[in-house]
Nanobody, 115 residues
Framework: QVQLVESGGGLVQPGGSLRLSCAAS????????MGWYRQAPGKQRELVAT???????NYANSVKGRFTISRDNPKNTVYLQMNSLKPEDTAVYYC?????????WGKGTLVTVSS
């Protein structure tokens, strides 16, 4: 079974950039649709971006044009490049792997956008 470990979160000023990484264990990483979700304090978890095993991407309207999801299958890693960050992007960001009924979550990494 795939296990996920996120990294790259931290404190950044508005307008800044961060790159999140999600390292996956398991031999069938390339078969999974990978995604990033986030949960802000007091709010429900929401979709940020997904990428299929074929490389097709989908983004939440709130991050289109600012965030880019990518994957490196030989490295078993998915990335989220976040540019032009806003205070409203502050949240715990979770990595997600999905294949049919198999859905796996990482433990999350905190991103704080503040001056």
């Amino acid at each position: 079974q795939v296990q996920l470990v996120e990294s790259g979160g931290g404190l950044v000023q508005p307008g800044g950039s961060l790159r999140l990484s999600c390292a996956a264990s398991g031999s069938i990483f390339s078969s999974y649709t990978m995604g990033w979700y986030r949960q802000a304090p007091g709010k429900q978890r929401e979709l940020v971006a997904t990428i299929t095993r074929g490389g097709s991407t989908n983004y939440a309207n709130s991050v289109k044009g600012r965030f880019t999801i990518s994957r490196d299958n030989p490295k078993n890693t998915v990335y989220l490049q976040m540019n032009s960050l806003k205070p409203e992007d502050t949240a715990v960001y979770y990595c997600n792997a999905a294949l049919a009924s198999d859905v796996i979550w990482g433990k999350g990494t905190l991103v704080t956008v503040s001056s």
